[in-house]
């Protein structure tokens, strides 16, 4: 025989759902740096700059044209961030002795390995674009 829930037993269930859901929705949704799509190809064999570990170039594009930063972080893995500030989006990062990236505006730091925050004001790392070699070119996604 069938059992009736009780009002409170659906109730229960339902705070239940509503939590899981709250939690389990994209974390990324949280990020301040807002997401916009992101499609280059650099040629290794013209852009010095990233021909020795620890290189770097800027790239035009990004949030609100604020730019991305790739960075070489081995012989074959490579580091794309959005240079926009997570603390204060309409601001962006420098990259002046790397692999640290900075603010000028909020003094935050960021590590160009992962982009993780290292001082300054800011909670969130950069945001991140998926960097992808292909000799003799890396490929900037997201």
Known sequence: MLRMLSCATYLKVA???CTF????????????VPY????????LETTYALNSIGGWVF?????????????RLSEDE??????T???NISER???EEPPIAECKDCESSYLLIDGSVVDGPAIYPLRQYQARLDYPYVYITN
Not at 36 to 43: A, E, F, L, S
Not at 59 to 69: M, Q, W
Not at 78 to 83: E, I, L, N, S, T
């Open 59 to 71: 790239l035009s594009g990004g949030y609100d044209y604020n730019g991305i930063v790739v960075y």
């Open 21 to 32: 859901l709250f939690y389990s929705c994209d974390k990324d949704k949280q990020h301040p």
């Open 93 to 95: 990062i420098v990259v």
């Open 78 to 83: 490579f580091r794309a961030f959005d240079r």
């Open 36 to 43: 916009v799509r992101v499609d280059y190809r650099i040629n």
């Open 15 to 17: 705070m239940l759902f």
């Open 85 to 87: 500030c997570t603390y």
